[in-house]
């Protein structure tokens, strides 16, 4: 693997939970009125940054048209 | 500014709740029950409730409180919904549905498993120097996609491939399972397992083979977690409907040093 400065597995459940609690579990529909912030970002503990930017577009009923980046290395 | 009602899990009605469990807010999370069905809630100003660390934690701790006590489906993150009278109306109107899956998956935890690899060498068909030279540029970049796409059908064969080893050591122990093969170059697999809590030590040991015995692969094992990826109303595709953007984060932070 690429030499990097070192994640603490913390991040990665952290991850996990929130990969599981924003995209998954049990979704109701009808009067559901979700409220999630414009924020695209989710700052971790250790200021590790996620987007959600796809889920809150989802949320707020856009279609997501982006274009796909290319993944990198490392 | 009116309250609204924040939804954590659902639970049987009947189903003790933990003192004091306290919501967003500091609200008390109490139950909102419709005939066998009981909501875990709690009173939420308008206001957005954001999608960050300490407020997914606290949702996760709810569920995971309310888990304790009884059979628990776990909500998504960020259900709000008007008053008590409309969280009675949606359970009615996916009773259900919701029991059933109580049922089925109520007392159930799902571990996750990531595998991380460095992407096997892929064979490669390059022009010959007669072909290269009778081949305009159009052509060459037509090559060039296909070939791409070629190698990509290739990585994710080899990634299923592995993806069949692994349910074949830790299918004995669970009851279900939802996967993304491939999803980053980086990231061979993102499975999720059903299996009951005391099935817990067999998978972890499980993996434990599968670590040894494949030792160029990096296996990320994290639970027990509620049931999320299970759900029967999941509003989407399912466990493998993730964002892109959020799994090439992922890949990111996951190869960056994790031990």
């Known amino acids: 693997m690429t030499a990097s400065p070192r994640i603490d597995a913390e991040d990665v459940t952290l991850l996990e939970l929130l990969d599981r609690v924003i995209d998954r579990g049990v979704y109701l529909s009808g009067d559901v009125t979700i409220s999630v912030a414009d924020v695209d970002l989710i700052y971790l503990g250790l200021k590790v940054m996620l987007t959600t930017a796809e889920r809150a577009d989802e949320m707020r009923g856009l279609t997501a048209a982006r274009s796909r980046r290319e993944l990198s290395d490392g | 500014m009116a309250e609204r009602r924040y939804v954590y899990a659902i639970q049987a009605r009947g189903t003790s709740l933990p003192a004091r469990l306290a919501g967003f807010g500091g609200s008390e999370v109490y139950q909102v029950s419709h005939r066998r069905l009981s909501a875990l809630t709690s009173a939420v100003d308008i206001g957005r409730i954001e999608p960050n660390a300490p407020n997914v934690l606290l949702h996760e701790t709810v569920v995971e409180s309310a888990g304790a006590q009884g059979d628990t489906l776990p909500v998504r993150f960020g259900t709000v919904l008007d008053s008590d009278d409309v969280v009675r109306k949606v359970l009615d109107e996916h009773h259900d549905v919701l029991l059933s899956d109580l049922g089925r998956l109520g007392n159930k935890v799902e571990m996750g498993v990531t595998v991380l690899w460095e992407p096997p060498q892929l064979s490669e068909q390059v022009y010959e120097p007669e072909q290269a030279a009778t081949t305009g540029p159009g052509t060459r970049y037509l090559h060039s996609l296909l070939l791409k796409h070629r190698q990509e059908s290739e990585l994710r064969v080899t990634a299923q491939r592995l993806a069949n080893e692994i349910d074949e ?77 959020f799994l090439r984060e992922a890949e990111r932070l996951i190869t960056a040093g994790v031990r």
């Open chain 2, 169 to 245: 050591i830790v299918g004995h122990f669970t009851l279900d399972r939802r996967q993304s093969v491939l999803p980053a170059p980086r990231l061979a697999l993102r499975a999720s397992y059903l299996l009951e809590s005391r099935q817990i030590p067999a998978f972890l040991d499980a993996v434990d083979v599968l670590r040894s015995q494949q030792s160029g692969h990096r296996y990320l094992v994290n639970g027990p977690w509620p049931p999320y990826s299970f759900v029967t109303l999941s509003g989407t595709a399912g466990a493998e409907d993730m964002s892109e953007r």
